[in-house]
């Protein structure tokens, strides 16, 4: 429909001129539509006519050049915007056109193009915890609404099997020895123990000198692979936390296309920083680069004793992955207590891979805290995204009392989808940059803006369909509606609602955050709930008008269910 409203507004300035924006206001009583070309075309306030005066020329020309019938009314408003009310004829005929089409929401804004999306990044030997969760959360939503958008994606994990880290952690081990856990024991109980170990050992070298430097050659017998006995404590760790790693990737619906360690990229970096003496510079026995010459800071790329750090084996992380693949976009999800690294890394990427680094975007998360305050895995006060989750599982019954209709094992099955949509949901709903606090009582409520509201706003419309004997299914029951009887307000908006849906997609991906997504999900699910509870379905007598209604909700219902999956969120057809 924003399509069409463009094209006419094109047919009147020239399809030469900048395109126009056209947008859906907040408040209907600025229309269904709106825009700021008259603004643009009068040169704002300091053009030699008022933008006013532009608009209401443009509206008359609008309400001519416009197909009969179209609108119900085009209104110039100050200062210089046009609003556009559709006749319910027009909302109709689109939804009938609509509620045929099974792809509706897709678009092929970057058909053609491979985009990587590089998220989580769980450091093997440390526990996934809900920083992590965050990160995925973000990145899964990403992938998905690029993967909607037509191209091809890749989600790319890369993980520190080399560093200071796991010298910590092993060091903690050895001091454990006497607690580690047979080969046959699950995996949580493996990564708890490797939670305590890199905790003391992170303490250790933080508080002991002696300890320190202990910890220090242990890093380089790591990376040498000198010591069998130190190789054996590594090899088990590392096997140790990649299978677990999978297992929370299993659950939270992601499924990696490439792993990228630390320890594949490290030489590739070294290399980059050594072939650019005239980009990075010596400095106490080090290879830095002078970010204070850009207008950033300092950092180091190459330690004293040779080795590549975290930002010289990025670049060669960068590097692999554009030799790997004609990437026309490289997404990274982090959080964002290392923007300022990350503008370092950017601006030595540009000077040496400037075509890498123009693809390169990053994309920086705020913090998931629980009400308790914040966490620290070098002290072991740890939040795992597991515990959040059978946390959020556990409370579930006290927040979804009388809501649930079902039975033991379904309910076991539905717990698990609406504890992960209640904490993906709480993330996504904020802007990718802004910390959040996670509250269980909102995030698992029914009758808010919740993933679980959601959820039953979805489950709530499939059961309608599912009275009507199958009825409901798009295919038949469209092409035996009138969906000229659908006058009711309340109908008429939740289809206006379902028409925003392609865009409302297509800015999520461009401007690389879901959050507006979300806030236009649950409008179309309050739209949609004020539907179910308003409007009689089953026992209309009318039945063109019944069938109709079945297609209004069998599509709301579709939409709503592609919408959560775009956020990485399950639908349940029961609740």
């Known amino acids: 429909m924003k399509e069409k409203i463009v094209k006419i507004l094109q047919g009147i300035i020239g399809q030469d001129a900048f395109p126009p924006d056209v947008s859906v206001p907040e408040k209907e009583n600025f229309g269904h539509y709106s825009t700021n070309i008259a603004l643009r075309l009068s040169g704002g306030a300091g053009g030699a006519e008022k933008p006013l005066a532009w608009a209401e020329r443009l509206a ?48 092929g804004s970057m058909k053609g193009k491979t985009v990587m999306v590089e998220f989580t990044d769980p450091n093997p030997f440390k526990l996934f915890h809900i920083g992590h969760l965050m990160s995925n959360t973000i990145g899964e939503s990403l992938a998905r609404l690029y993967e909607a958008a037509g191209a091809t994606v890749r989600r790319a994990d890369y993980y520190g099997d080399v560093g200071l880290h796991i010298a910590k952690a092993i060091w903690g081990m050895e001091q454990l020895a006497a607690e580690r856990p047979d080969e046959k024991d699950d995996a949580a109980k493996k990564m708890d123990f490797l939670g305590r170990a890199y905790a003391l050992g992170s303490r250790a070298y933080e508080e002991k ?46 499924k990696f296309d490439d792993y990228f360690p630390e320890s594949d990229v490290g030489k590739e970096g070294l290399d980059l920083v050594l072939a650019h003496k005239d980009i990075f510079m010596e400095s106490d026995g080090a290879i830095v680069f002078p970010g204070e010459q850009y207008g950033l800071h300092t950092r180091v790329f190459v330690n004293a004793q040779g080795l590549p750090t975290y930002e010289a084996k990025e670049l060669g992380l960068n590097r692999k992955k554009f030799k790997l693949y004609p990437l026309d976009l490289s997404i990274v999800v982090t959080g ?33 805290r629980l009400p308790t305050g914040k966490m620290s895995s070098r002290t072991g006060e740890v939040v795992t995204a597991a515990s959040l989750i059978d946390d959020v599982k556990a409370k579930l019954a006290e927040y979804a009392s009388g809501k649930m209709d079902l039975t033991a094992d379904e309910r076991a099955a539905a717990a698990e989808v609406i504890a992960i949509g209640a904490v993906k949901y709480s993330i996504l709903k904020q802007h990718p940059g802004q910390d959040i606090v996670f509250d269980f009582g909102k995030s698992l409520s029914f009758e808010g803006d ?43 908006m939740l289809m206006r609602k379902i028409f925003a849906f392609p865009d409302a997609v297509r800015r999520a991906q461009e401007m690389l955050a879901p959050s507006g997504f979300v806030a236009y999900l649950y409008q179309l699910a309050a739209v949609a709930n ?46």
Do not use: C
């Open 209 to 254: 000198p002696e300890s320190k430097e202990a910890i220090i050659e242990l890093n380089k017998k790591i990376y040498e692979r000198s010591d069998a006995k130190v190789n054996q404590w590594y090899d088990a760790g590392l096997a140790w936390s990649l299978a677990y790693f999978e297992t929370v990737f299993k659950r939270l619906g992601t």
């Open 336 to 368: 964002n207590e290392i923007v300022d690294y990350f503008k370092v890394l950017l601006k030595a990427m540009e000077l040496i891979m400037p075509e890498v680094a123009a693809k390169t975007k990053h994309v920086a998360h705020g913090m998931l």
């Open 530 to 575: 004020k539907f179910y509870e308003t409007t009689p379905i089953l026992k209309d007598e009318n039945v063109a008008r019944r069938n109709a209604r079945l297609a209004l909700a069998t599509t709301a219902a579709r939409v709503l269910k592609k919408g959560l999956a775009l956020l990485g969120i399950g639908a349940l057809e029961k609740i």
């Open 450 to 492: 919740s993933g679980p509201y959601l959820q039953y706003a979805y489950a709530r419309l499939r059961s309608i369909l599912r009275k009507a004997g199958g009825v409901g299914d798009t295919t038949g029951t469209a092409e035996a509606a009138d969906f000229g009887t659908l006058t009711t307000e309340n109908e008429l």
């Open 60 to 107: 008359a020309e609008i309400r001519k050049a416009a197909p009969a019938g179209f609108f119900e009314k085009v209104e110039a408003a100050p200062p210089g915007f046009i609003n556009f009310w559709l006749s319910p004829e027009t909302i109709q005929k689109k939804f009938g056109e609509i509620s045929r089409e099974e792809s509706f929401g897709t678009n």
